[in-house]
């Protein structure tokens, strides 16, 4: 890469908490081992979100004014929310609600960012480039807007290299979430069709892409920052402990094959409750409840809440067990989240559980980074007894003092990651 200056467009970036601001956050930290500069166009409504500090280096911030959907539902929530809770979003006509906002020209005009964002955006982004030191524009999905942003700089400033990142797909088929597909993926690839190379977070969203965008792509896996392999806990569980991390999708994850398996290995005597524990980290502790009720294991729940990021990667370093949930289907695979990296710094077991087929890349994924790990896939009956054996084994290696696995290989940072850009991004 040029050493001269790069726009990173990130309407989720620190101090907002959420876990697509992570990838833009490590991006933004990175940038400058590879671009002499960066400069971020951010949301100027930053206040009104969840805040948790992260480190982002000393990029050139300007933070751009938006009337979107987030504001709307913070405004008329008495400035108490950004978000609906799960109550409301059962409601009739919310689903309706989501996949409008999702969909052109609401998923424009309204949805995060919106258009103000666009406009302002883009006019101080275009007094940047005439200074003539930046080269590479860098955007990433969600919202939508950030990459339209950054489509209208490209039509104006035609020698400029632009990586649009994706860490969802912006029209999910499992998810449904836009109205008339079709056309949502015509306004895609019309949109698209000026970026010099799309990155994503897995294989098999690579191939969707690919599929239906007609752009190049590359994998750049939702890794931490190298530094965090360093990290050590002194957080001491006094339980057998499988702990779960991060946000639900209700009707697409189970923790059921779990439950029901614990359930019967403490009817068989295999160990007692008050020896075990499962602990939930998240806004998604009322579908939690929900589940362990169903066994009658709502004693051996412990619901954390939302915590920071910090005391997220403290936990996974302290349990005996990593819980993954996971979905697929045939016209969607790749289903990876940065939390399986985490999970891989942290050197305990994992347990993956895949609402779906079996999933080669998670799968290799795995176990070529953690030596102790159970992956399943639907049918789930036919593996119960496997995972009872599984959970027996690490249960006893727990009361035998051994609770940690090595990796078999080094686990990737996000700075590796950064280093297959290096040759994709240039026209």
């Not at 994850?253 to 009817?267: D, V």
């Not at 920071?308 to 016209?331: D, K, Y």
Request: proline share 5%; net charge positive; with cysteine.
């Amino acid at each position: 890469m040029q050493k001269r200056g790069i726009l990173q467009i990130a309407y989720y970036f620190p101090p907002i908490k959420t876990v697509g601001t992570l990838r833009n956050a490590r991006f933004c930290q990175t940038a400058t081992q590879h671009w002499a500069h960066i400069s971020v166009i951010t949301t100027a409504h930053f206040a009104i979100f969840e805040q948790e500090t992260q480190g982002v280096g000393n990029p050139a911030v300007l933070r751009i004014p938006s009337f979107d959907f987030r504001w709307l539902v913070w405004r008329f929530s008495g400035k108490k929310a950004t978000h609906f809770n799960p109550q409301l979003k059962k409601k009739p006509g919310m689903g309706w609600l989501r996949r409008a906002l999702d969909s052109f020209p609401l998923s424009i005009l309204l949805n995060d960012g919106g258009l103000l964002y666009i406009l302002l955006g883009y006019w101080r982004a275009c007094t940047l480039i005439k200074r003539g030191d930046i080269t590479h524009v860098y955007s990433s999905f969600r919202p939508i807007s950030d990459h339209f942003m950054a489509f209208l700089l490209v039509r104006r400033f035609p020698g400029l290299v632009w990586v649009a990142d994706f860490r969802d797909v912006p029209v999910d088929p499992l998810l449904k979430n836009v109205f008339f597909s079709g056309f949502q993926h015509y306004v895609l690839r019309w949109i698209l069709q000026r970026a010099s190379v799309l990155t994503t977070v897995s294989e098999g969203l690579a191939i969707y892409l690919r599929q239906h965008y007609a752009r190049p792509v590359k994998v750049l896996y939702n890794a931490p920052l190298a530094a965090q392999a360093t990290l050590s806990s002194t957080h001491f569980f006094q339980k057998f402990t499988i702990l779960y991390t991060g946000a639900l999708y209700p009707g697409f994850q189970s923790a059921g094959p779990l439950f029901e398996a614990l359930q019967n290995l403490l009817q068989a005597g295999q160990f007692s409750k008050t020896q075990i524990g499962i602990v939930v980290c998240g806004k998604d502790g009322a579908l939690w409840r929900d589940w362990a009720s169903r066994y009658q294991l709502g004693d051996i729940l412990e619901d954390r809440g939302t915590i920071s990021h910090e005391q997220t990667l403290e936990l996974q370093r302290s349990t005996q067990i990593n819980l993954l949930l996971s979905w697929n289907s045939p016209a969607l695979q790749g289903i990876i989240t940065s939390k399986v990296f985490e999970y891989f710094q942290a050197q305990k077991p994992i347990l993956a559980l895949i609402n779906g087929s079996v999933e080669p890349e998670l799968e290799n994924l795995i176990h070529t980074y953690t030596s102790r790990s159970l992956v399943m896939a639907q049918p789930w009956d036919q593996h119960s007894t496997k995972l009872e054996q599984f959970l027996q084994l690490e249960f006893q290696r727990w009361k035998e003092g051994l609770t940690s696995t090595e990796p078999r290989r080094e686990v990737p940072s996000w700075e590796g990651e950064m280093e297959k850009l290096k040759v994709k991004s240039e026209k």
